[in-house]
């Protein structure tokens, strides 16, 4: 009798086993995705997946996205990872994993792509464009070419799959428009450049003062510039023409800003990085000329070895940029003004901003910023970044010309073109073999400039 139970209970222990066995997922499941989409947002699919059904085979086929609905359709698949099309057929179903941005990307070496560029505006029908051959991608960028008017691109190629796109642009073949995660992901990322695009740099700087004065204002409270507001608004109540001195200055500061923005999407880069190695010079000769600073023979030589320079670019091409001469003769005036007038403190920086605000907001509401975000769903996030950035660099910068001597402050200048230097080189730019003796002169004397500031500190009874 115990041994009957016991072979029952052995009966219904493997029933069970067999029940459960037949009600467990088991068979065969084709994927089909791209080659970035197997490595970018797969993963986690199918660690989920197979933590729960451990028995399906998945069986993995890369290729371009824009046949993923056709190869869904044709049940030649049973899934397949790309962007959702505008027309979905009743056959298929969409499932919603997260959202990709767009972005248009240009190759970073010299090539007639980058030429054409650095033109001001920007002749976008002779721009060389790499497309794909179809799908989500090529609509958006065919969307894009009648916003901008153009009614028969520069195609140089077309190209079924994206990653292979992102190889003709790194090699100077032209531009393209592709999904962020494409671009991310590509191992030759180092060797494109994502523009910012359809955002111009007088777009970027408008935005800039807009969303920079919030952290000028915070500034002046943390500092409690109150009071020096008020007096500088009872000095125009007092003497009303004192408020073109705030208009020029303000007017200044405006053009170097924008000129900054300007640059790097024109190709000037490298023209503005000369005009800042050059402000430290100029800024020295007019705090000799006009405040009788006292020059040391190190900063005389570092002056005339500059001149050289300069001399050599004007014999070699005939003239220096007006790139580099706006920013050298513009911030110098600019700080001379300041000084003479007594307006070197923060709260004459407010002010200025706030003479800048009603022109930024024109540039700003010029803007179609939900077509921006399109390509770029993170613009409102990154231009609040910038504001941060600018003002707390531009609130330092303020604060430093209120507080040190006009040589040190264009000795402490020498950072930012040196930055602007590395940066030109990154998107792309060369130096052309003339401006070498300029750019070799300019060095030197950024040396001799810095070792004679290094030598007056160390001897100084009194050091800043």
């Known amino acids: 009798m115990a041994f009957a139970q016991q072979q029952w209970q052995n009966w219904l222990l493997f029933q069970q086993q067999l029940h459960s066995q037949e009600e467990e997922l088991s068979g065969e499941l084709k994927l089909y995705c791209s080659v970035t989409a197997a490595y970018s947002h797969l993963p986690g699919i199918l660690d989920k997946f197979r933590a729960h059904y451990p028995k399906v085979e998945i069986q993995l086929t890369t290729g371009d996205p ?10 030649q698949v049973d899934l397949a990872l790309a962007g959702k099309p505008p ?18 990307i240009a190759p970073r070496v010299a090539c007639s792509a980058t030429q054409l560029l650095q033109q001001d505006p920007i002749n976008w029908q002779q721009v060389p464009f790499i497309l794909p051959l179809d799908g989500m991608a090529r609509q958006r960028i065919e969307e894009w070419f009648k916003q901008k008017g153009i009614k028969h691109p520069k195609i140089y190629a077309t190209v079924a799959g994206h990653e292979g796109i992102v190889s003709m642009v790194a090699l100077g073949c032209g531009l393209a428009m592709l999904p962020d995660v494409v671009i991310k992901n590509s191992p030759l990322n180092s060797q494109i450049s994502t523009l910012l695009l359809p955002l111009s740099g007088t777009d970027i700087f408008g935005y800039r003062i807009v969303f920079t004065l919030p952290f ?9 510039q109150k009071a020096a507001i008020i007096a500088h ?13 705030f ?15 300007w640059a790097p999407n024109n190709g000037s880069s490298i023209s503005v990085s000369f005009g800042y190695l050059l402000l430290p010079l100029v800024m020295v000769a007019a705090a000799r000329i006009i405040f009788k600073e006292r020059i040391s023979r ?8 500059a001149a050289v320079g300069v001399i050599s670019n004007i014999v070699l091409k005939g003239e220096i940029s007006w790139e580099a001469s706006v920013i050298c003769v513009g911030y110098t005036t600019y700080f001379v003004v300041r000084r003479i007038l007594n307006m070197t403190d923060l709260a004459a920086f407010f002010l200025e901003m706030l003479l800048l605000l009603p022109f930024c907001i024109y540039f700003a509401w010029q803007v179609d910023i939900a077509q921006v975000q399109q390509s770029n769903p993170n613009i409102l996030v990154l231009l609040l970044i910038l504001g941060l950035i600018s003002g707390t660099a531009l609130n330092s910068y303020i604060l430093a010309s209120n507080h040190l001597p006009m040589n040190l402050l264009g000795l402490l200048g020498y950072v930012e073109p040196c930055l602007m230097v590395g940066v030109s080189f990154l998107i792309g730019e060369e130096i052309d073999a003339q401006s070498y003796p300029l750019f070799i002169c300019l060095v030197i004397a950024m040396l001799l400039i810095i070792a004679d500031g290094v030598w007056h500190t160390k001897h100084s009874p009194t050091r800043l």
Do not use: C
Not at 66 to 75: E, M
Not at 87 to 104: C, E, G, K, Q, R
Not at 234 to 245: G, M, T
Not at 247 to 261: C, D, R, V
């Open 66 to 75: 824009a046949q993923a609905v056709h190869l869904v359709q044709a049940q």
């Open 87 to 104: 027309i979905l057929p009743s056959a298929v179903t969409f499932h919603y994993i997260n959202d990709i941005a767009l972005s248009m």
């Open 216 to 224: 000028v204002a915070a500034a002046v409270a943390l500092f409690k």
């Open 233 to 245: 608004l009872k000095r125009i109540q007092e003497r009303p023409l004192f408020v073109l001195a």
């Open 247 to 261: 208009i020029f200055t303000s007017t200044l500061m405006g053009f170097q800003m924008w000129l900054f923005l």
């Open 298 to 305: 190190i900063k005389f030589l570092a002056v005339l070895i």
